[in-house]
């Protein structure tokens, strides 16, 4: 009894330091779980199990390319570049099919190797010439994109697409391919990729590694961490995921389409920043990155059942990074 | 002829009593010494002169007039300029050398002004520069200068304003010799236009070169003020040394085993010049020489974190090793704890098992590098115990401990390692009484296991506590080996600050 009086007396001093505290753990999921309500208040369908997988499917790839930004965010860098990587490997796994005629795994291998080549363009320039990783991946997201668009010519790549020849493109793009992007492999990828890369960052060796040299580089490699080994290693990973989001994104939309990667961006930023802070991780971390997409595939779905029209909704995404933004550097001072 | 006099000044920081009733003067036209061992108040004295804290007590006088300096723009405003030892904290690197010699009067004297004269500042900064006989191109970007001409910059705009006394805090620690001699030139230079200089510096010769007065602080006071053609080295050396602190130190072994670390000619691409030495299994050996003798640079370079050698070989029980990087040199079964604790030593923001088992993790890991978390733990735990590190828990960030125990993490993730050679730079830096003797316990202990010690040091006393043997380093260069035993502190200092 004496003990609960006493607690109770101490809390007024720290209250407001609590509050922040309990904030800054809960409050993206709080965020979530008052959207939820909302939503289906205004409009009972939001809730509807159909309504969800929709809103899962809608966000695996962002969550799929998010986790590679995470995954460079925790050696302390940054890939801008995994959009334009995404179009890329969109459009070569889909000319693989449609202009050489290849099966898929020919198709998906030689996507992911040239975002590999990607990656270690990035890691180069970055471990090697000591460009700031922000700058130098800003500088690859325009020569990728640029990369991509050359090589498709500038043109959407279709089944059926008229070439240069005037013929029809004769391949075809494979059943199995096709289900890729279809429920429930698309999420059951996205589901994958968040368990493994959680558990790879959590509970293995490299993984704390890599958080040490985003802690403190120079630290890391006075105690003998080689540390650019785990750099290349961060943007070969962000790559490869950006590749798979690519690869996904080409599944689902049987196509390859101008810069189809690009708009994946901005809501992966987004959703690797607001993952900083739930739970209270204070660091970038695949769980949190995968609540991050789903706060974002929410407020999407929600805002445009509730008639917001498309165009508006970067204003809502740019708020909700900002706002992510304030949080893990507000907690840092 | 202008006195600047400090009377009665103190100064207290949290916990600590920086300066305590300090009396000073200086005259213009004169060179003034300031001298005292690390942590005495030269630096402290100095900030309160050019107005960097406000909080101190006592009076400062120019000609018997009390001035109130309480800012450094009131410090200036009074004709005291200072150049601080970290030049670039100072300078706007991307901006010119005009536009950085002529910053004081761009940041207060532009008044309406909006437009800046571009001829009008290069011509100023020119002759400002010509007047003390220097020749810089006032166009050149400042991040293009050596270090010694960014000093000279420095000097140049603190004495574009009234400058009646100029303080130089250590300005020779990172300088060649040429270099050195140039500074000189242009301090005379500045002596002969009646400017009062005081000049810090822990390098005996230059200020018997130089200084007309010396004063010597120990532990925040003032001990001795003096001509210098009325004293010695010697005697400064003696008036510097604090109280004994032979007590603090365990006994040491005085057997021991093979060589195991040999180094010869160690040469890197700034600093070090052909450093040779070898330590034995269950020796402690000392690298002393002042601050900027080259003490950090060396544990580095042995360490392979300054990058390649330029020449050198190292043998690690007699075995000649390759250290490109730090990641080899723990292969190699060295282990370093480095100076800047915070910024190199620790991961502030981990916990503190995190931080103990982070340079041999593969101890920790079962198949597929999955970490053993249990035994992480366990070993933590142990370690913490057995270091007497003062935490919560294992699972505090090691930010929220004291500097003591933050440097005993430091230490204690290399005894997970298990390394032959341990390199220790500066290990009490920053940390108080009690955790200094645990600290030399451990490094004693360690010995006792064979292990081969590397103790650098810019404290003679510590020097003179704990190592066996000791290496003298002097810009750079190894001046001199001397057994412990039969020497002495004075000898030490002798060597240290240049003497042969």
């Known amino acids: 009894m004496e003990a609960n009086i006493s607690a109770k007396k101490k809390t007024p001093t720290k209250m407001s330091f609590d509050l922040f505290q309990f904030l800054y753990k809960y409050g993206t999921i709080i965020t979530i779980i008052a959207l939820i309500i909302l939503f289906s208040l205004a409009n009972p369908s939001f809730i509807q199990g159909n309504n969800i997988v929709n809103i899962l499917r809608s966000i695996s790839i962002v969550t799929i390319i998010a986790i590679g930004i995470t995954?460079?965010?925790?050696?302390?860098?940054?890939?801008?570049?995994?959009?334009?990587?995404?179009?890329?490997?969109?459009?070569?796994?889909?000319?693989?099919?449609?202009?050489?005629?290849?099966?898929?795994?020919?198709?998906?291998?030689?996507?992911?190797?040239?975002?590999?080549?990607?990656?270690?363009?990035?890691?180069?320039?970055?471990?090697?010439m000591r460009i700031p990783d922000m700058l130098l991946t800003l500088a690859t997201m325009f020569i990728i994109q640029g990369t991509a668009l050359t090589y498709t010519k500038g043109a959407t790549v279709s089944q059926n697409m008229v070439m240069p020849d005037g013929k029809m493109a004769e391949g075809l793009i494979s059943p199995f391919f096709s289900?890729?992007?279809?429920?429930?492999?698309?999420?059951?990828?996205?589901?994958?990729?968040?368990?493994?890369?959680?558990?790879?960052?959590?509970?293995?060796?490299?993984?704390?590694?890599?958080?040490?040299?985003?802690?403190?580089?120079?630290?890391?490699?006075?105690?003998?961490?080689?540390?650019?080994?785990?750099?290349?290693?961060?943007y070969l990973l962000s790559a490869l995921f950006a590749a798979i989001g690519g690869i996904v994104l080409a599944s689902r939309v049987m196509t390859s389409e101008i810069n189809s990667g690009a708009p994946y961006l901005m809501d992966s930023v987004a959703a690797a920043f607001i993952g900083f802070s739930v739970l209270g991780a204070g660091k970038p971390n695949a769980f949190g990155t995968f609540v991050g997409a789903v706060l974002i595939g929410i407020l999407a779905n929600g805002l445009v059942m509730m008639s917001v029209p498309y165009f508006a909704m970067d204003i809502v995404k740019g708020t909700v990074l900002a706002f992510a933004l304030a949080i893990t550097y507000y907690k840092q001072k | 002829m202008t006195t600047l006099e400090m009377k009665n000044v103190s100064i207290e920081f949290p916990g600590v009593k920086a300066l305590n009733g300090v009396d000073f003067s200086v005259e213009s036209g004169k060179t003034h010494a300031l001298i005292g061992a690390n942590g005495a108040g030269k630096s402290t004295l100095m900030k309160v002169l050019s107005g960097a804290y406000d909080h101190y007590t006592g009076e400062i006088l120019m000609d018997g007039q009390a001035l109130s300096i309480r800012s450094p723009k009131s410090a200036m405003d009074s004709g005291i300029q200072i150049v601080y030892q970290e030049v670039d904290t100072a300078l706007i690197p991307y901006l010119t050398v005009a536009e950085n010699i002529m910053l004081m009067d761009t940041v207060h004297n532009m008044g309406k002004k909006q437009w800046v004269n571009w001829k009008q500042m290069h011509s100023k900064a020119a002759t400002i520069l010509s007047e003390i006989n220097l020749t810089l191109n006032t166009k050149k970007l400042v991040s293009e200068l050596t270090l010694a001409e960014k000093q000279m910059v420095l000097i140049a705009r603190a004495v574009s304003k009234e400058c009646k006394f100029l303080i130089l805090d250590e300005?020779?620690?990172?300088?060649?010799?040429?270099?050195?001699?140039?500074?000189?030139?242009?301090?005379?230079?500045?002596?002969?236009?009646?400017?009062?200089?005081?000049?810090?510096?822990?390098?005996?010769?230059?200020?018997?070169k130089i200084?007309?007065?010396?004063?010597?602080?120990?532990?925040?006071?003032?001990?001795?003020?003096?001509?210098?053609?009325?004293?010695?080295?010697?005697?400064?050396?003696?008036?510097?040394?604090?109280?004994?602190?032979?007590?603090?130190?365990?006994?040491?072994?005085?057997?021991?085993?093979?060589?195991?670390?040999?180094?010869?000619?160690?040469?890197?691409?700034?600093?070090?010049?052909?450093?040779?030495?070898?330590?034995?299994?269950?020796?402690?050996?000392?690298?002393?020489?002042?601050?900027?003798?080259g003490k950090t640079e060396f544990c580095k370079a042995l360490f392979g974190a300054e990058g390649k050698l330029v020449a050198g070989e190292i043998k690690v029980n007699g075995k000649r090793v390759s250290v490109k990087n730090p990641y080899e040199a723990v292969k190699n079964g060295l282990a370093l704890v480095p100076e800047e604790r915070r910024?190199?030593?620790?991961?502030?923001?981990?916990?503190?098992?995190?931080?103990?088992?982070?340079?041999n993790l593969g101890r920790f890991s079962k198949e597929l590098s999955f970490l053993d978390r249990k035994k992480e733990k366990l070993v933590a735990k142990a370690l913490?115990?057995?270091?007497?590190?003062?935490?919560?828990?294992?699972?505090?960030?090691?930010?929220?401990?004291?500097?003591?125990?933050?440097?005993?993490?430091?230490?204690?993730?290399?005894?997970?390692?298990?390394?032959?050679?341990?390199?220790?730079?500066?290990?009490?830096?920053?940390?108080?009484?009690?955790?200094?003797?645990?600290?030399?316990?451990?490094?004693?202990?360690?010995?006792?296991r064979g292990k081969a010690i590397i103790y650098a040091s810019s404290e003679a006393s510590e020097i003179m506590g704990i190592t066996n043997r000791v290496y003298i380093l002097y810009d750079g260069k190894s001046v001199k080996e001397l057994e412990t035993n039969s020497t002495n502190e004075e000898e030490l200092l002798f060597y240290s600050t240049g003497g042969r």
């Open chain 1, 71 to 128: 995954i460079s965010l925790t050696v302390n860098g940054f890939d801008l570049s995994v959009g334009s990587v995404a179009s890329l490997s969109n459009a070569v796994v889909i000319s693989m099919f449609v202009w050489f005629s290849q099966n898929t795994f020919v198709a998906i291998i030689s996507a992911m190797a040239a975002a590999l080549i990607v990656g270690i363009l990035n890691s180069i320039m970055i471990v090697k």
């Open chain 2, 211 to 293: 200084c007309d007065e010396i004063t010597i602080m120990r532990n925040g006071e003032v001990v001795e003020r003096q001509r210098v053609s009325d004293t010695t080295q010697n005697k400064v050396v003696e008036h510097m040394l604090g109280q004994e602190l032979g007590e603090q130190f365990p006994e040491r072994s005085i057997t021991f085993g093979n060589t195991v670390l040999e180094v010869k000619g160690l040469t890197d691409r700034e600093k070090i010049k052909g450093f040779s030495m070898q330590v034995r299994a269950g020796e402690i050996v000392g690298i002393a020489g002042l601050v900027g003798a």
């Open chain 2, 171 to 208: 300005p020779t620690a990172p300088l060649s010799h040429t270099e050195t001699n140039e500074l000189f030139r242009i301090v005379l230079e500045l002596k002969r236009r009646n400017v009062g200089i005081i000049f810090i510096s822990h390098r005996l010769p230059e200020i018997f």
């Open chain 2, 384 to 448: 913490i115990n057995r270091l007497g590190i003062k935490t919560p828990s294992e699972e505090t960030k090691v930010q929220n401990l004291s500097g003591g125990n933050q440097q005993k993490v430091a230490i204690g993730k290399w005894l997970v390692a298990e390394a032959d050679v341990y390199i220790f730079d500066e290990p009490t830096k920053g940390v108080d009484v009690g955790a200094k003797k645990d600290i030399f316990n451990l490094i004693v202990e360690l010995a006792s």
């Open chain 2, 343 to 359: 910024k190199e030593g620790i991961l502030v923001n981990e916990s503190v098992e995190s931080n103990l088992s982070v340079v």
């Open chain 1, 179 to 234: 289900k890729i992007g279809q429920v429930p492999w698309i999420i059951l990828i996205m589901v994958v990729v968040v368990v493994v890369v959680h558990i790879f960052l959590t509970y293995t060796k490299h993984g704390r590694y890599m958080y040490v040299i985003g802690g403190n580089t120079e630290a890391a490699r006075l105690s003998g961490i080689p540390v650019n080994k785990y750099k290349v290693a961060a």
